[in-house]
């Protein structure tokens, strides 16, 4: 079977389970694990920023920020189909009682202007802009990457404002692979980053919060009443570390790959459009006639599965579990699809 459906889906390779077998390990909620400490230094360190708190998923570690950012009748800026928003269970209003304030943007991607429209003025029947959070890559958004002149603008709008700017970088090291923007500046523009570990990287679990050190220990208590302390999480923590050192470099061939599925998906007579596909995700539209289930179920008869992503929307993602075999596989099984 070829998954394409999620960059989730990839099994530890023989030489991360070696890393992991080998890992220290203490109990963690005594902040004895090791491991977990190194992980969480390293994370920090690689983003410029003080502190790490590792967890169990990337939803725990953007739902932990922004309950430590924001309070009961605040407001958090986001784009109207972002992961915090769309795909977190509600959990901004579970968690932390506060508001959102949508906004549309290109591909996920917003702008300083639009930021500043829906930065609320003091007024008794409003709620405060506790927070403003960002995704890089958009993952709605077909894996589009943030300018750094985007990303600047709108981190000096929220430095003027005195408003914090949190990231959701599930795939920020997609983001950097592609575009050559370096991590270590990232933490001079977010007060707050998430980056998971099992997307792209391809760890079994995991997602970092990074921080400034009191910020984090306030995020340290949120993650224990959510029932997120964990104990010898060291053999989770040492995938993370093995996949920074060894996983990074290589998302350049994810990306590759996902333009050569884009480029013949481009030139396929069922397909009505293609996102630009910049990082590993490739989304597109199927003509009318060729519904994403009659698709879906042509790929499963080739061994391939993909994800419906709406009415006509399909999404590729390629990943460490995908090789150039594969994708040879994938292109001759879009050849064969009949559109009625
Ligand atoms: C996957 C993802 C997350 C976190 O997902 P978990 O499955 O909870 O680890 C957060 N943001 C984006 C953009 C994602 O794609």
Redesign the pocket.
Known sequence: MIDLRSD?VTRPTAAMLDAMFRAPVGDDVYEEDPTVRELEHEAARRFGLEAGLFCP??????QIAIKAHTEPLSEVVCEQT???YL??VGGIAFHSGASVALLPGDRGRLTAAQVAGAIRSENIHYPTTSLISL?N???RGGGSCYSWEALTDIAELAKRQGIPLHL?G??IFNALVATGQQSQEYGRLFDTI?V?L??GLGTPVG?VLLGPAAFIKKCKRIRKVMGGGWRQAGYLAAAGLYALEHHVARLADDHRRARQLAEALQAAPYVDFVLPAETNLVIFRLRDGLSEDQFLQHLAANDIKASAFGPQMVRFVTHLDVDDAAIAQVLKALQSVQAA
């Open positions: 989730t998923s990337g939803t725990m570690t953007n972002s992961h915090i795909w977190e995704e890559t958009h993952n959701d599930a795939r998430s998971c099992s997307k997602s």
